[in-house]
């Protein structure tokens, strides 16, 4: 069950919904509607369809406005990173969204509401509910507040280990080294968790978890590139 409720979560993000069964739509989880025999228009996944739809518009139009003098291919590039599934989940966790969610019995035993895969999804539900419940412009306020920030940052996070790998060559030339390093796992086979150290030219630079390998190293090499970008 949700550990808070939909209009408590509506003060978190400052609208007041007209429809409120539209927020409750959006924070049903597929695995809660199949648990308790809901029809599946009662689950998330047509408003994630729209609000994919509405992020992917609001987005464009800002880069096209933020960077008038960037071409095409930088602008796509760009607005990749910023409405990756990791990035979609940052910004989910920082509405604290997960709490919100109703999820079936084995989600929340898996951990569900912490999986990226499940906060971003929601996280575009919502853009779809706002959509829906208040036009465009409800939408918009909602991706520009919480997602369209700290661009830099987002970026440098979409592809942290080749930005990590170039920053390392520029500085060591051709004789650097990164290593991505597992210290630590455990969890269950469904629901692991990694530790991983990352190591340049023989130096422990950062360390960092994550729910996959991929995760937690994409996680290590941003770490690190803060590090050498603040030296």
């Not at 228009?41 to 408003?47: A, I, M, S, Y």
């Amino acid at each position: 069950m949700s550990k808070q409720t939909p209009e408590s979560f509506s003060e978190i993000i400052g609208y007041k919904f007209s429809d409120g069964s539209l927020l409750e739509n959006a924070l049903t989880h597929s695995s809660y509607a199949n648990d308790h025999g809901l029809p599946y228009e009662r689950n998330n996944e047509r408003l994630e369809f729209l609000g994919d739809a509405v992020l992917e518009l609001v987005t464009s139009r800002f880069l096209f406005e933020k960077y008038p003098e960037k071409p095409e291919g930088e602008l796509t590039t760009t607005r990749a990173a910023l409405v990756c599934e990791s990035s979609l989940a940052e910004a989910a966790r920082q509405i604290q969204l997960g709490d919100y969610l109703l999820l079936g019995r084995g989600e929340i035993k898996t951990g569900g509401a912490s999986r990226d895969s499940i906060l971003s999804d929601a996280f575009e539900a919502v853009i779809g509910s706002l959509y829906l419940d208040g036009g465009f412009s409800a939408a918009e306020t909602f991706v520009r507040s919480f997602l369209l920030t700290d661009i830099e940052s987002k970026q440098l996070y979409y592809d942290s280990k080749s930005h990590l790998q170039e920053i390392v060559q520029e500085k060591y030339h051709e004789n650097s080294s990164i290593r991505y390093e597992v210290i630590d796992e455990w969890g269950p086979p469904h629901n692991k968790s990694f530790r991983i150290r990352c190591v340049v030219q023989g130096e422990e630079l950062a360390v960092a978890e994550g729910h996959t390998k991929k995760k937690a190293e994409a996680e290590a090499a941003y770490q690190a590139l803060m590090k050498l970008r603040k030296d």
